[in-house]
């Protein structure tokens, strides 16, 4: 018999806590996956590296454990290889998570539930669902613009490096970010190696996976996102390890695909905050497509418009290099921006509410529908309307369960809270009074919808928000609509506002985007600038449309700085602004933080746990170095019967706080014991939303 080590999920925390000892008949290669008892039960873990010299030195003087036998190994599955390994304890160390539990998460859940028969007869299977299985010629590649070409022919050499460096391609929207993307990928695809291509959100993908089946026929495309059945994860992921797909596109779980070729990474829309997984590890598929090209020593490239503070800083201080393209392909001008000060538009009534659109940009919109082009009105907000309250007394729609209102939906009648779920029926009247006269209150895409068809009359308008696009295949249908013309006005969230190549939209509007100008969390600027740029960059993409684009912002404050920018599209410019603030503030990138969470039937259980916590951390050397916040609510202070607490910690050093977390995390679970009532409690290092 003989020893082996094999990662769990288990709930320890930090670095080795989940790896167990077993007893194998034979050796067993690291990265096997293998059955193992675990109490009564029988689980699925990793084989992993063991340094058993150190065991036996921290088990000395301790009575000799009887170690229990391997159930199975699944030898019918290649073993993970080190880089994967590697990637894994890296991000269990680096987001205070235990290995196992991250090693175990990011596989598919159904080689959980396989024996190795199982597995075996899986791995031989032929993979029919592959995409592309298409025959013929490749699509047409376009004529690269000299700003591309220059920029091809810069990253080419940089990936000849035996260590090449990460770079941001900094081009502005309908630059041909995409076109270099798949020029990279064919070289790649040339040596032999495969491409792994990171998308932030699932309705960018069917559009990437067409352009890059069209351009690639004959080779093998997968995609790994969330909305994948059980049974194709498996099939994805399985084609990606084995090394049989050439290309995987994916959202932030694609980091962690099995690729024993790679030989790309490629990062679209860099800046996005959906790279951030938010429960669980909560780590970012960005930063660790860094780390991962540093380990594999292939090309990591970040593409955006509107860069990352952090990545705009590390480009411009040398950590990262920088590609740029300045111009739009086709010679497509970036819209116009004019911003509408609604403080000067008249309403209906003294008191009645701003009207939706202001009339200026009504007609502006009319004379787009009357010459056959689209405009695109973004409100980054769903629903019919925010909250409904009764005129007559206070009583508004409020979740009972959260600190938060029950939106509502017109169409569906029903009042739900986006937070926890909860849903019921539109009262007949107020239910506190009685008065039969409750009204909506604020405006979501619904109602928007509504007023632009009375606005409108005889337009064709689609929205296209969360509610609209649940069943399968629908989003899908509306983008075609937009694509052929049959859509005269497109009303949505933000899930229109990016990566779209709308040929026809030669007018965006922001209905409303002042309520992220002032918000409390350091970093909400920054991602409403990236929005805006992100939602105008739709518009003006087909130089063949006469007229020029336009993008109009509905807005109170159009004297701000941000707008000053987004007027002249100077992103080096709002980002030069916001890193002078952040760095005399001693925030990101310029500082370090992790945030502590905690969630209990009562604040003060809550509070107490944070703060005892804080007490801990603060008996360790490292703490002195380290700043330490009260604990605060969050903007959400409850959700589904739970109040949320929160406590941010600082340090100028990334080494100083991730050495401090290490030490005191693994502690916790027994704090929480002492703290009856606790229910979760979660660190998230690198917080994007404070």
């Known amino acids: 018999m003989t020893r082996i080590g094999v990662a769990i999920d288990a709930p320890q925390y930090a670095g080795m806590s989940s790896l167990l000892t077993y007893e194998s008949e034979q050796p067993l290669v690291p990265g096997t996956l293998a059955r193992v008892p675990l109490g009564r039960r029988e689980v699925t873990g990793l084989v992993w590296d063991a340094d058993f010299a150190a065991i036996d030195a921290a088990a000395a003087g301790t009575p000799p454990m009887t170690l229990r036998p391997v159930i199975e190994a699944i030898s019918a599955l290649p ?56 025959v013929g010629a490749s699509a047409q590649r376009p004529e690269l613009t000299a700003e591309q070409a220059a920029a091809m022919d810069t990253l080419a050499a940089w990936a000849a490096e035996p260590a090449p460096p990460p770079t941001l391609l900094f081009g502005v929207t309908g630059s041909g970010k995409t076109e270099v993307y798949l020029r990279l990928a064919e070289q790649a695809l040339a040596a032999g190696k495969q491409a792994l291509i990171l998308v932030p959100e699932i309705n960018l993908t069917p559009q990437l996976e067409q352009r890059f089946a ?35 596109l994916g959202t932030r779980l694609a980091i962690f695909a099995s690729l024993p070729r790679l030989g790309l990474v490629v990062v679209d829309e860099e800046h996005d905050p959906s790279y951030k997984q938010q429960d669980g590890a909560r780590y970012s598929a960005r930063d660790l497509a860094v780390y991962r090209g540093h380990l594999a020593r292939v090309p990591v490239l970040l593409g955006s418009a509107t860069p990352s503070l952090e990545t705009w800083s590390h480009a411009q201080t040398g950590r990262y290099r920088q590609v740029t393209l300045s111009e739009r392909v086709g010679q497509g001008a970036l819209p116009t921006v004019r911003l509408l ?33 689209q405009s695109l009105l973004f409100l980054n907000r769903r629903g019919f309307a925010p909250v409904l309250h009764c005129p007559a007394c206070t009583w508004k729609s409020g979740c009972p369960h959260c600190s938060a209102w029950r939106v509502f939906h017109k169409g569906e009648r029903i009042l739900r809270c986006h937070h926890c779920g909860t849903q019921e029926p539109v009262p007949r009247a107020c239910p506190d009074c009685g008065n039969l006269d409750i009204e909506p209150m604020g405006r979501g895409t619904e109602r928007l919808e509504e007023q632009v068809a009375e606005l409108l009359p005889g337009a064709r308008v689609l929205r296209i928000d969360a509610d609209t696009t649940r069943a399968k295949g629908t989003l899908e249908a509306q983008l075609a609509a937009v694509h052929e013309g049959v859509v005269d006005v497109l009303v949505g969230t933000q899930m229109v506002t990016k990566g779209h190549d ?39 993409r087909d130089a063949g449309i006469a ?20 007027k002249k599209h100077d992103f080096a410019a709002f980002a030069t602004t916001q890193l002078a ?67 941010l910690v600082e340090c100028a050093s990334r080494a100083t706080l991730q050495r401090l977390l290490a030490l005191f995390t693994p502690e916790l679970p ?21």
């Open 79 to 134: 073993p993970l290889p080190a880089d994967w390994r590697a990637l894994v304890e890296f991000t269990a160390r680096y987001y205070q998570r235990s290995l196992g539990e991250v090693a175990l998460a990011v596989l598919p859940p159904e080689l959980r539930k396989l024996d190795d028969t199982a597995i075996a007869k899986r791995v031989k299977k032929k993979r029919d669902h592959l995409l592309p299985e298409a």
């Open 214 to 248: 069209a351009r690639f026929p004959g080779r093998r495309l997968v995609s790994l996102h969330s909305a994948l059945t059980p049974a194709q994860r498996l099939q994805h992921w399985l084609s990606a390890h084995l090394g049989e797909a050439d290309l995987v």
């Open 341 to 373: 000060d609604m403080a000067t538009v008249p309403r209906a009534a003294p008191r009645a509410p701003p009207q939706a659109l202001a009339p200026q940009l009504v007609a502006a919109i009319q004379a787009r529908v009357a010459r056959g082009e």
């Open 502 to 540: 709308f040929r026809r939209v030669t007018l965006v509007a922001a209905v409303n985007p002042d309520s992220a100008l002032f918000a409390a969390d350091f970093r909400a600027p920054e991602r409403l600038f990236a929005l805006l740029m992100q939602a105008g960059g739709r518009a003006g």
């Open 547 to 566: 007229g020029g684009s336009e993008m109009w912002v509905q807005t109170y404050n159009p004297g701000h700085a941000l707008f000053e920018a987004l």
């Open 581 to 647: 603030e952040r760095e005399s503030a001693g925030l990101p990138p310029y500082s370090h933080l992790a945030l502590l969470r905690a969630e209990a039937r009562t604040e003060d259980v809550a509070e107490a746990f944070l703060r005892a916590a804080r007490d801990l951390a603060r008996t360790y050397p490292e703490a002195a170095d380290v700043m330490f916040y009260a604990p605060v609510p969050p903007s959400v202070a409850k959700v589904a019967g739970f109040e949320r607490r929160q406590m």
């Open 670 to 690: 027994a704090l929480k014991n002492a703290h009856r009532g606790i229910v979760r409690w979660a660190i998230d290092v690198d917080p994007l939303g404070i």
